[in-house]
């Protein structure tokens, strides 16, 4: 069975697929290669890929690799890479995309749109909360940014001189009016951030009310879940809609590649 790689490049990690033609048949994440290796000129890619979980240790052929990234550092590891198709914001068919938008939101846009279609909202719970979305007609409709779960919970404990060490990843719901530091700083993350959530897609929802709505990236799944038990169902129709998809990025790669779209091929110089 032939097989390719997809690979975005995040601010924190990898992010890999292996792929059948377009069916994904798993996915892993590794850390940003070290500095000593990204300095090196000598690269056995084999030996690179197997230490990564990329190829079984018996396969000889490389395989094709799609690569999408916002780390120019790390991207510039992979140039002379044999078969390395690297894709930029001109290969992504979505009009009106301004030419700072990142790599990976132009390609959750694309991944969602391909598998639920126009108007669509993507919500990316990553390092950097992102909202992006696309109207009915396929055009891209714009989006915001600011600082995700975890990046606001460092901003508390690095800069502040006697507030504790928060945990990012704490899954229940904290109380909304807390008796402790810890949970206070919980609380005034969690429901704020969920205030803004429920702003931005009722919003969304206003002007295109058929729209898809899905998560996306490590906190996308927690915001769903918390949205989902902190507001009413009944008051908020797109509640019944939210999907969550933790994989839009390496979709969106995926239907580049089925859609036969160019991407720039390098590597091997």
């Given at each position: 069975m032939s097989t390719w790689l997809g690979l975005s490049i995040g601010?924190?990690?990898?992010?890999?697929?292996?792929?059948?033609?377009?069916?994904?048949?798993?996915?892993?994440?590794?850390e940003h290669l070290s500095e000593p290796f990204l300095n090196s000129s000598q690269r056995d890619w084999g030996d690179l890929?197997?230490?990564?979980?990329?190829?079984?240790?018996?396969?000889?052929?490389?395989?094709?690799?799609?690569?999408?990234?916002?780390?120019p550092a790390q991207t510039e590891l992979w140039q002379t890479y044999p078969h390395l198709h690297r894709i930029t914001l001109a290969d992504i068919p979505i009009?009106?995309?301004?030419p700072s938008l990142g790599i990976d939101r132009a390609l959750?846009?694309?991944?969602?749109?391909?598998?639920?279609?126009?108007?669509?909202?993507?919500?990316?719970?990553?390092?950097?909360?992102?909202?992006?979305?696309?109207?009915?007609?396929?055009?891209?409709?714009?989006?915001?940014?600011?600082?995700?779960?975890?990046?606001?919970?460092?901003?508390?404990?690095?800069?502040?001189?006697?507030?504790?060490?928060?945990?990012?990843?704490?899954?229940?719901?904290?109380?909304?009016w807390a008796t402790d530091t810890l949970a206070a700083m919980h609380s005034g993350i969690l429901y704020t951030l969920l205030a803004g959530l429920d702003a931005f897609i009722t919003d969304w929802w206003k002007q295109f009310p058929d729209s898809a709505l899905v998560?996306?990236?490590?906190?996308?799944?927690?915001?769903?879940?918390?949205?989902?038990?902190?507001?009413?169902?009944?008051?908020?129709?797109?509640?019944?809609?939210?999907?969550?998809?933790?994989?839009?990025?390496?979709?969106?790669?995926?239907?580049l590649r089925s859609a036969g779209r160019s991407a720039k091929v390098s590597g091997g110089r």
């Amino acid at each position: 069975m032939s097989t390719w790689l997809g690979l975005s490049i995040g601010n924190s990690r990898y992010h890999w697929a292996e792929f059948s033609n377009h069916q994904m048949l798993r996915s892993w994440e590794t850390e940003h290669l070290s500095e000593p290796f990204l300095n090196s000129s000598q690269r056995d890619w084999g030996d690179l890929l197997r230490s990564l979980n990329c190829i079984p240790t018996d396969q000889a052929p490389l395989p094709e690799l799609w690569l999408a990234s916002v780390v120019p550092a790390q991207t510039e590891l992979w140039q002379t890479y044999p078969h390395l198709h690297r894709i930029t914001l001109a290969d992504i068919p979505i009009p009106d995309m301004y030419p700072s938008l990142g790599i990976d939101r132009a390609l959750a846009l694309w991944g969602a749109g391909s598998l639920w279609g126009w108007p669509v909202l993507v919500i990316d719970g990553g390092t950097a909360l992102t909202f992006t979305g696309v109207d009915d007609r396929g055009v891209f409709k714009g989006g915001a940014i600011l600082p995700g779960l975890g990046l606001q919970g460092r901003s508390l404990t690095q800069f502040t001189a006697a507030l504790p060490q928060l945990d990012p990843l704490a899954t229940t719901l904290p109380p909304r009016w807390a008796t402790d530091t810890l949970a206070a700083m919980h609380s005034g993350i969690l429901y704020t951030l969920l205030a803004g959530l429920d702003a931005f897609i009722t919003d969304w929802w206003k002007q295109f009310p058929d729209s898809a709505l899905v998560f996306t990236g490590g906190d996308g799944n927690r915001l769903a879940t918390a949205l989902q038990s902190c507001l009413v169902s009944s008051e908020r129709d797109w509640l019944k809609k939210l999907q969550v998809n933790p994989h839009l990025v390496l979709q969106g790669i995926a239907a580049l590649r089925s859609a036969g779209r160019s991407a720039k091929v390098s590597g091997g110089r």
